[in-house]
């Protein structure tokens, strides 16, 4: 492989695809473009040793069998963490990227859309939206310092980002102050000059600085030690559209009047289910937070953060309840919207797609929340809906719902934190 910037970078370009592959559905299209990042993969791999950069971090190697769940490095007092910022190459500079500034918000949403996620075929482009941006990076306690841009000096051009949050996770029998982080990007034409770890490197150290030493993050491909694997399922709730737009193409002896038949779905909900509201947020917290409790790795929401997490906001999150004669929560189901932008088509200009978040079942079956779920969607005019198969959305239910498997995995990872492997329905929690 080559410098280690390229080995993260390629590791960041492959989650991507993969994301963007679950979407179309069509095996055809996917198998194309795993074919091809593989090929990608292989040449870097004979330039130089593999895991060049992960392998001087404080994660398990991948040959190590880990039974211990505890941190690899330990913590130290915040006067001994490096003071200064990681330097850049010459003409660069650090910068923070304030997400209240509608300027800066459209500065980061613009550079994200044209360099965080790649389409080899020039056909379709992830739409983080600025109000999504919002959502992910601004939890409560976040922090400006932790929204993370390199720009070129003079020009001030934004080249480089990564974003992170707090964020309090249970491990196994363990509660972790950690960050999230996200959005790993560089432009494409600075992507051969190791930046991609100098941005990793220089958000622990902030991290550090805040007292706060471990990390999680999730990608497509397997690098330095994944904790857990699963796999996206997608169902289509438009197909015509999809089929039009190329994103996913008509199966063998199907017709497009056959294919629509196939994937209708009701108009009317199979329950009384209503918009997550102000009222309801004490008992659907309790809920959620009683439900993770069955899993293994999950996150410690406060009620602040619960809000911010599942309460609706438009285009972004969709949540919905099914409640008692005491207005108290008993169902919740919920769901965030991830567009992706269609490029020179004639008629369609967006494929509107949601992922499934955080649902819980108590008086209904499980298949039947996520059925609603998908109505809700379609009523919210989504033309597809995505879920990992973790928590409950068991493959059985999945195929039940007409869901697909696409052929990507994703990975989870602890960053200074050791555990033993987890299994898909060990786990508890949605990074976004």
């Not at 997608?234 to 196939?262: A, G, Y």
């Not at 289910?273 to 790795?297: D, R």
């Amino acid at each position: 492989m080559p410098d280690s910037s390229n080995e993260v970078k390629s590791n960041d370009f492959q989650e991507n695809l993969n994301l963007a592959d679950i979407n179309v559905g069509d095996s055809e299209r996917e198998n194309k473009s795993t074919d091809m990042l593989q090929q990608q993969l292989d040449q870097l791999q004979l330039q130089e040793p593999k895991f060049k950069f992960w392998n001087t971090q404080p994660v398990p190697k991948l040959e190590e069998i880990v039974t211990e769940n505890t941190y690899i490095n330990t913590s130290v007092a915040v006067e001994k963490v490096q003071q200064e910022p990681y330097n850049l190459p010459n003409g660069m500079h650090w910068n923070e990227i304030d997400l209240t500034d509608p300027g800066e918000l459209k500065d980061l949403y613009t550079f994200l859309s044209l360099n965080y996620v790649e389409d080899n075929d020039n056909m379709f482009r992830f739409d983080y939206s600025p109000e999504l941006l919002q959502w992910i990076l601004m939890p409560p306690g976040w922090q400006k310092f932790w929204h993370l841009g390199i720009r070129i000096d003079g020009s001030n051009k934004l080249i480089g980002f990564l974003g992170a949050y707090p964020a309090h996770i249970q491990v196994y029998e363990k509660d972790v102050k950690c960050i999230e982080y996200n959005f790993l990007c560089v432009h494409q034409e600075f992507r051969s000059i190791g930046l991609c770890p100098l941005l990793i490197q220089e958000i622990i150290r902030r991290a550090n600085l805040k007292g706060i030493f471990q990390a999680t993050f999730t990608a497509g491909i397997i690098i330095p030690k994944p904790i857990a694997s699963c796999r996206y399922w997608h169902r289509s709730l438009n197909p015509k559209k999809l089929i039009e737009t190329r994103f996913s193409s008509l199966k063998p002896k199907m017709t497009m009047e056959k294919t629509i038949e196939h994937y209708n779905i009701s108009k009317a909900p199979l329950q009384n289910i209503i918009p997550l509201q102000e009222i309801h947020v004490k008992s659907a917290y309790k809920l959620l937070m009683n439900h993770l409790k069955n899993y293994k790795l999950y996150p410690l929401f406060t009620e602040a953060e619960f809000k911010h997490h599942l309460l609706p906001r438009k285009n972004v999150i969709y949540s919905y309840v099914l409640v008692d004669e005491k207005e108290n929560v008993t169902d919740l189901c919920s769901f965030y919207n991830l567009p992706i932008t269609v490029l020179n088509h004639s008629i369609h200009k967006e494929i509107k797609a949601a992922y499934s978040y955080y649902n819980v079942a108590t008086t209904i079956s499980f298949k039947d929340l996520l059925h609603n779920a998908l109505i809700m969607a379609k009523k919210a005019n989504f033309d597809g809906f995505n879920a990992l198969d973790i928590m409950k959305n068991d493959p059985s239910i999945l195929k039940d719902l007409k869901f697909l498997m696409a052929d990507g995995f994703l990975q989870y990872y602890l960053y200074n934190w050791k555990c033993p492997d987890l299994s898909r329905n060990e786990i508890g929690f949605v990074l976004q």
